[in-house]
């Protein structure tokens, strides 16, 4: 099974994360931040995905060190999961709605980090969740995977149902472009190399 632990600790925060890209049956989230630990449950349940993670942040300051640095740990994580790339489908697109909202994310494990990024909420923040830190946590995310990332809030009204429908899509994305085709041959690149 593809899978990856990783620990980060610095005098911001203690992280320990573990991933499974092949078996969804574990998905523990702890980190201080209710509506993080919400988004990143999404994220593994529609990506099916297994995660735990635990992170002891600064949260006496802000959640801003905690939820771009779980970006971090959780991309390198990925990142090591992924191996050598062989046979992976390596691009995935989703839209996924949430009530009012939609949210699409389209991405590519090209070793080539990216993130466009596009998304307004009208909340300043959802419980002791600073709502601009979704894109921090996106950045983090990416380039630590090594992932081009496009995601972007289509609409929506509802700044809960706005984030969470990202999340989703990120989740959903991922699974189709780690999946694994039995078609392709090595890596699916003009380069023979997926870094």
Do not use: W
Request: aromatic share 8%; glycine share 10%.
């Amino acid at each position: 099974m593809r899978q990856a632990s990783s620990k980060r600790e610095t005098s911001e925060t203690k992280i320990e994360l573990a991933v499974c890209l092949d078996d969804p049956t574990e998905v523990e989230i702890h980190t201080g931040v209710g509506f993080f630990d919400h988004m990143l449950t999404a994220f593994a349940r529609h990506g099916r995905f297994g995660l735990k993670a635990t992170v002891e942040g600064d949260l006496h300051i802000d959640s801003h060190h905690t939820v771009e640095d779980t970006g971090i740990v959780l991309g390198k994580a990925i990142r090591e999961a992924l191996g050598d790339k062989q046979g992976i489908v390596r691009f995935g697109t989703s839209y996924v709605p949430m009530d009012d909202a939609l949210g699409f994310v389209s991405l590519d494990i090209s070793g080539r980090p990216f993130l466009h990024f596009e998304g307004d909420f009208k909340m300043q923040s959802l419980g002791n969740f600073d709502t601009e830190l979704v894109r921090e946590f996106f950045q983090a995310f990416a380039f630590n995977a090594g992932i081009t990332i496009h995601a972007r809030v289509l609409y929506g009204e509802n700044t809960h149902h706005k984030i969470e429908a990202i999340f989703k899509a990120l989740g959903r994305a991922l699974r189709e472009a780690v999946n694994i085709d039995p078609n392709i041959k090595g890596v699916l690149s003009t380069k023979g190399l997926l870094e």
